[in-house]
């Protein structure tokens, strides 16, 4: 059995549950891992220089500017962050060193930006024959010193933008691979067996009317009460369900509105997929989770793209739009409009065809580089090419019966 550490954090929320997602899967599948997740923040909270100052944990900071729909801070508020990670970068380093003299193991895979530096000069001095794996939990990089660093030596991308980075810095096209989307759930995989009208009726809405879900993650986001004074007071015929996460004041302040068109309001649920086999479109942030979610049921997606939108989510709208699997609005104020031109008839029909055709098996395909990863690296440890290395191991996906 080999072993595997996954190298996550708390901001944001995605990067766990990439990281658990991965977990389940290989463990419940044939391939021989042991798996140990690693949360770096605890890992490095002797020299969480925030938290000792402000009682504020720097992943607690940054779910509070999501929650607040203070994105417009993350632009600086990231330079402050890198150069920080620079000034304490030895002794970070160091932290790791010693947590990898501990806790040996064959195999790192990141799913976090900002320190994969730091985890690269870490794991090579105490691991020599450990493989280092970057995995970007966003379509695309933000370069500089964001997912993609020089001293990555395997890196597992989701998009075709995302590869073309890494090459562009100089990494051997063998040692960058590429993904059919995000990681997601396995759960996300398995739609709920139920009777969508029923199910409808039972949640005080009415089958007859199309559904939207609202969702900004675990934390949620005030541009939710734009979205439903908006959506409430256009001509629209639908109703909507709001997934308010962990933000208790915002689902109060929604129930507050006095909606006049059907609506459901949930703080934080572990029913997510449950909602979306009940919706028909969804609204919300343009993160790769949510929107990643949002496709896999089938779902076109409405998001919006302004200056509030964080850095490493911009090009995310882009993205939708090139593949046809959703709309982008320059600001929620309009979001009345987008959906009316979305729920048009031939064009919500051609959304849902382009929807459906989209296919994304990371959470599976991954288990199976890992594998090739680990082969090669022990081929090389012996001093010879890798036969290996130009092996496509997406070209068969009927062993997972995902074809």
Same mark, same amino acid.
């Given at each position: ?58 992943? /607690?900071?940054?779910?509070?500017? +999501? &929650?607040? =729909?203070?994105?417009?801070?993350? *632009?600086?508020?990231?330079?402050? !962050? ?112 139920? /009777?969508?009208?029923?199910?409808? +009726? &039972?949640? =005080?809405?009415?089958?007859?009317? *199309?559904?939207?879900?609202?969702? !900004? ?133 051609? !959304? ?11 959470v599976f395909e991954v288990p199976l580089i890992l594998d090739q990863i680990t082969a090669e690296k022990a081929i090389e440890t012996m001093g010879v090419v890798s036969p290996l290395a ?14």
């Amino acid at each position: 059995m080999h072993d595997l550490t996954i190298v996550f954090h708390d901001a944001g929320g995605g990067h766990r549950s990439a990281a658990g997602a991965l977990k389940t899967v290989l463990e419940q599948q044939y391939h021989p891992w042991n798996v140990t997740l690693l949360n770096l923040q605890e890992l490095l909270e002797p020299i969480d220089f925030v938290h000792r100052a402000t009682g504020l944990r720097i992943q /607690d900071g940054y779910n509070l500017i +999501l &929650k607040k =729909g203070w994105t417009r801070l993350t *632009p600086p508020l990231l330079t402050l !962050f890198q150069r920080t990670i620079q000034l304490h970068h030895s002794r970070i380093v160091r932290i790791l060193r010693t947590y990898w003299a501990q806790y040996p193991t064959e195999l790192v895979l990141s799913v976090i930006p900002h320190f994969n530096r730091c985890l690269a000069q870490s794991i090579r001095p105490e691991m020599p024959n450990a493989a280092f794996v970057t995995l970007l939990t966003d379509l695309a990089d933000y370069p500089p010193n964001f997912w993609i660093v020089p001293e990555s030596e395997f890196i597992i991308c989701g998009s075709q933008l995302a590869r073309r980075q890494a090459l562009a810095m100089g990494h051997a096209k063998e040692r960058v691979y590429e993904t059919s989307g995000m990681i997601l759930r396995p759960s996300f995989y398995r739609k709920p067996e139920i /009777d969508q009208a029923a199910e409808t +009726l &039972k949640r =005080g809405l009415r089958p007859d009317l *199309p559904t939207g879900i609202v969702m !900004f993650g675990g934390q949620g986001s005030a541009s939710m009460l734009e979205i439903a004074k908006r959506l409430d007071q256009s001509s629209n015929q639908l109703q909507l369900i709001f997934l308010c996460g962990h933000n208790l004041e915002l689902a109060t302040r929604l129930r507050s509105l006095g909606l006049t068109k059907p609506a459901v309001i949930e703080g934080f649920t572990t029913q997510v997929e449950y909602f979306m086999s009940l919706a028909d479109f969804f609204i919300g942030k343009p993160g790769p989770g949510s929107i990643s979610e949002a496709l896999q049921f089938g779902l076109p997606v409405i998001v919006e793209h302004n200056a509030r939108t964080m850095p490493q989510e911009r090009y995310n709208g882009t993205w939708l739009v090139e593949k046809g699997l959703g709309m982008v609005v320059p600001d929620f104020r309009e979001i009345g409009t987008a959906v009316e031109q979305l729920l048009t008839k031939a064009t919500f029909a051609e !959304f849902r065809r382009n929807v459906s055709a989209y296919k994304n098996y990371a959470v599976f395909e991954v288990p199976l580089i890992l594998d090739q990863i680990t082969a090669e690296k022990a081929i090389e440890t012996m001093g010879v090419v890798s036969p290996l290395a130009s092996v496509d191991p997406f070209t068969n996906m009927a062993w997972a019966g995902l074809t």
